[in-house]
């Protein structure tokens, strides 16, 4: 079956760096592109960035450039580079499989807190 | 495209129906898919491409619209239907865009 399971969070101060992976199970992991969705405490879901199969990269605008996502194949994990980190940006961090469909994988979240 | 959802809190009664509502702020023909998030939890696909239950999900939940104006209905509440739900836009694909979504809360 497939899992997804993320780590690397953590507590950080501001401006420094973190970064999460997300190792895969259950599918092919090269065929698929994979995302990463952020949740604030007590807030709603927030789309982070894509990385298709071939290692082309999408990114919710409002992030800046701060964020940089991309992946091992041979390994079968997905990262997450967050540089420049601020309190805003506390959050859970999942990765998922959206495929179209019934295909469609969640983690169970890394909870990442921005802190001094 | 911006997804908007009302109301942002439902009360209702187990075994009442709730009907939320999800509106695009563009066209987005049919790509529009309904999760229910419970406490501590990830979200579950509930409803895909606007009308299509998703595996294992029960009769009770439906969902309907096309082009911007989108709602799920909860026929008959269940104490675990109790919970947050997020529509989500995938016409923009790969670019996702969530909703604020709706609390559907125990009257």
């Known amino acids: 079956q497939v899992q997804l399971v993320e780590s690397g969070g953590g507590v950080v101060q501001p401006g420094r760096s973190l970064r999460l992976s997300c190792t895969a199970s259950?599918?092919?992991?090269?065929?698929?592109?994979l995302h990463w969705v952020r949740q604030a405490p007590g807030k709603g879901l927030e789309w982070v960035a894509v990385i298709s199969n071939d290692g082309r990269q999408k990114y919710n605008e409002d992030l800046k450039g701060r964020f940089t996502v991309s992946r091992d194949n041979a390994k079968n994990t997905l990262y997450l580079q967050m540089d420049s980190l601020r309190i805003e940006d506390t959050a859970v961090y999942y990765c998922?499989?959206?495929?179209?469909?019934?295909?469609?994988?969640w983690g169970q979240g890394t909870l990442v807190i921005v802190s001094s | 495209i911006v997804l908007t959802q009302s109301p942002a809190t439902l009360s209702v009664s187990p075994g009442g129906r709730a009907t939320l509502s999800c509106r695009a702020s563009q066209s987005i023909s049919s790509y529009l898919n309904w999760y229910q998030q419970k406490p501590g939890q990830a979200p579950r696909l509930l409803i895909y491409?606007?009308?299509n239950r998703a595996t294992g999900i029960p009769a009770r939940f439906s969902g309907s619209g096309s082009g911007t104006d989108f709602t799920l209905t909860i026929s008959s509440l269940e104490p675990e239907d109790f919970a947050v739900y997020y529509c989500?836009?995938?016409?923009?694909?790969?670019?996702?865009?969530f909703g604020p979504g709706t609390k559907v809360e125990i009257k």
């Open positions: 989500q836009q995938r016409s923009s694909w790969p670019l996702l865009t």
């Open positions: 998922a499989n959206f495929q179209g469909g019934n295909f469609d994988y």
């Open positions: 259950g599918f092919t992991f090269s065929s698929y592109g």
């Open positions: 491409e606007a009308s």
